[in-house]
């Protein structure tokens, strides 16, 4: 079992910039990809980006390329999102998500991806 747990999660202004990331502890393994979902008020959970277990390729929604950016480090088991030029559009709670071990590539469905993080807060007030 993979343990996920985010931070950097906060109240900004449209135009800002935040940076969350994610550790992760227990079984980990490097050979999985790992992705970041939202889910604003009343919505159902989206997908917002997603790297490859070596970090070689990057996926994103269409509503944040160009503005976020995903990236990881195995040596040191976190997952980051870089997140520019914020919109009060992109008010959700932030959540992190590993595949299974094995699972080198991403998906854009949540269902495929095996552990989850307890979310945190992302507020961009207009």
């Known amino acids: 079992q993979v343990q996920l747990v985010e931070s950097g999660g906060g109240l900004v202004q449209a135009g800002d910039s935040l940076r969350l990331s994610c550790a992760a502890s227990?079984?980990?393994?490097?050979?999985?990809?790992m992705g970041w979902f939202r889910q604003a008020p009343g919505k159902g959970r989206e997908f917002v980006a997603a790297?490859?277990?070596?970090?070689?390729?990057?996926y994103y929604a269409d509503s944040v390329k160009g503005r976020f950016t995903i990236s990881r480090d195995n040596a040191k088991n976190t997952l980051d999102l870089q997140m520019n030029s914020l919109k009060p559009e992109d008010t959700a709670v932030y959540y992190c998500?590993?595949?299974?071990?094995?699972?080198?590539?991403?998906?854009?469905?949540?269902?495929?991806?095996?552990?989850w993080g307890q979310g945190t807060q992302v507020t961009v007030s207009s």
């Open positions: 790297i490859t277990w070596s970090g070689s390729s990057t």
């Open positions: 998500a590993a595949r299974a071990a094995g699972m080198m590539f991403p998906t854009f469905s949540e269902s495929g991806f095996a552990s």
């Open positions: 227990g079984r980990t393994s490097s050979s999985s990809a």
